[in-house]
């Protein structure tokens, strides 16, 4: 169960914002509407707030944590409306940043060594603060720069609070409304969970820089500054400082003598190396984790940190993503059509032609654009909103993906407007899948598999038996199924019931307390756990 506290805060700022009138369509839903109006922070209304907004200012309300939810939010065009991400967009995460001396003090205990002995100087003041840590300056013993990310105290406790409500409100959700398996609310929650953990593991984010750092070595693209494993932990980590330029500083990077059409399209060429030559990519790369090195202007070299949510693909998604990516370059819209449906994304059946038409008005315009118009991340965009109207849902490391794209192409152009990412990025995407399943790649992988292929051939009548046995059986357990589905039915029926009345005593018991009632209520608050614990028991 979450934590009762905080979740009665979730609750009043819901109904101070009116979120329930934001449910689908469910014969409960007028109910919950009604039964909000008797929490008082709901009668000052919400104005002239469009329903992206209501919802944008309610996380921003509760919080960093939920805040950096409705980011992740924001990039799931392909589940939500469109005004609703358009909303949550602007989303900013400013965070005070917490006392120095108390950063000094975590940082000593993490150490495995005392402070005085690992630096020559620690800055109390922080470089950069966030929601989850803050950076310091520092100087090695032995002279090295640094910066010092350390955890912000009692984060961890904080958001597992969070998400314990989290879930627990996308476990409701689902379990009464059917209809939001089309955009999964468990699912997302536990997308975020991933991301946000990322963030609370520094040993983690250690590694990830070590490894991106490894691939680009001696690469005159990208620059990731080296972590001192030996002073890190997973509360503090120490890596090395960089003096670059914001990426976004267009005027000092200009005044460096860098040409910006070799920086924009290195910009280019690191995303494909990142994703297609070392399937391991930076999925955060905004523009304040972004900088460029002003010290070779003939040679311009990317700088990048944070390094803390990192994307992977299995092999299988590596190759329908290439195949996909590929097919838009080419404009071949049938391939592009056939692989989206034989991914088994849609959560509905899919009208093959009506749905290649829709992918070809989307695509053919953008393609035909002139250089200065023609953009990646507007594509993008459209195609998840064409994903949402479908029930299409791609996986979360795509989401992360193409949220990397459109930030790439986005920097790239803000440096470079005429950069034209299909020209640099087809001749690197062909090369790959030439390399990975090309003739010779083929013939490599026959010749590696023929030993295991002849070891299975013996048993290949007992497999086809199995199969035959099978086929003949499907009429019985297909009736046994659909006496499992009805007795479910009558299940999930009681458990509404139960839900309702559990809803309905919570907010009542919210809104007595938010008026400080006190304890006059408590059994009734009991009552309604029991009841919520009830109908969402399996």
């Known amino acids: 169960m979450p934590p009762l506290i905080r979740l009665l805060t979730v609750t009043h700022v819901v109904c101070r914002y009116r979120l329930l009138s934001l449910l689908p369509p469910h014969p409960a839903r007028p109910l919950l509407i009604a039964l909000q109006y008797l929490v008082p922070s709901s009668w000052r209304g919400t104005g002239t707030l469009s329903e992206g907004e209501r919802l944008q200012q309610a996380l921003e309300t509760l919080g960093p944590i939920f805040i950096k939810f409705g980011q992740l939010l924001a990039t799931r065009r392909d589940m939500l409306p469109v005004a609703w991400t358009e909303a949550l967009t602007r989303l900013q995460d400013r965070v005070t940043p917490f006392d120095g001396a108390q950063a000094r003090r975590l940082v000593e205990q993490a150490l495995p060594c005392p402070l005085e002995e690992a630096f020559q100087h620690f800055d109390d003041t922080p470089l950069a603060s966030a929601s989850v840590a803050q950076v310091h300056p520092a100087t090695l013993a032995d002279g090295t720069e640094v910066v010092v990310k350390v955890l912000r105290p009692g984060v961890e406790r904080r958001v597992e609070q969070d998400l314990k409500v989290m879930e627990f409100s996308a476990g409701v959700l689902e379990k009464l409304w059917p209809d939001s398996r089309y955009f999964h609310p ?119 940190v944070d390094c803390a949510i990192a994307g992977r693909l299995s092999r299988h998604d590596l190759n329908i993503l290439g195949r996909m990516v590929l097919a838009v370059m080419r404009e071949d819209y049938p391939a592009l059509v056939d692989l989206v449906i034989r991914t088994g994304w849609s959560r509905a059946p899919i009208d093959r032609q009506r749905f290649e038409q829709a992918v070809t008005a989307i695509i053919e315009p953008v393609r035909s654009a002139s250089l200065e118009q023609l953009e ?124 309702m009345g559990g809803l309905a005593l919570g907010l009542v018991c919210a809104a007595d307390v938010l008026q400080g009632g006190g304890p006059r209520l408590w059994p009734l608050a009991a009552a309604a756990l029991v009841l919520l614990g009830a109908a969402l028991k399996r």
């Not at 990077?253 to 030559?277: H, S």
């Not at 023929?450 to 086809?464: C, F, G, S, V």
């Not at 299940?491 to 509404?496: A, E, F, I, N, Q």
Request: glycine fraction near 4%.
């Open 186 to 304: 468990r699912r997302v929650v536990r997308d975020y969970q991933i991301v946000i953990r990322a963030e609370l593991d520094l040993e983690r984010e250690a590694r990830n820089s070590e490894t991106m750092r490894r691939h680009f070595l001696f690469s005159p693209l990208l620059h990731i500054p080296a972590v001192h494993l030996a002073l890190s932990s997973r509360r503090v980590m120490v890596s090395d400082r960089i003096h670059g330029i914001p990426v976004n500083d267009i005027e000092a990077i200009r005044a460096a003598g860098i040409d910006p059409k070799v920086l924009a399209e290195r910009g280019v060429e690191i995303f494909f190396a990142q994703v297609f030559r070392h399937n391991f990519f930076h999925a955060d790369m905004h523009p304040g984790n972004i900088f460029v090195n002003p010290a070779h202007p003939e040679s311009p070299q990317y700088m990048a």
């Open 376 to 499: 990646f991340a507007p594509l993008i965009l459209r195609l998840f909103d064409l994903a949402r109207d479908y029930h299409i849902e791609a996986p979360i490391q795509y989401i992360l993906l193409m949220k990397t794209l459109v930030h790439i192409e986005g920097l790239g152009r803000s440096i470079y407007p005429q950069l034209d990412i299909w020209t640099v990025g087809r001749p690197l995407l062909e090369a790959w899948m030439m390399q990975e399943y090309g003739p010779t790649a083929t013939a490599r992988k026959l010749r590696n598999r023929l030993p295991e292929w002849t070891a299975q051939l013996p048993d290949m009548p007992d497999l086809l038996r199995d199969a035959l046995e099978n086929l003949r059986d499907a009429p019985h357990r297909q009736r046994e199924l659909e006496s499992h589905l009805a007795d479910q039915l009558r299940r999930h029926r009681l458990k509404m019931i139960a839900a």
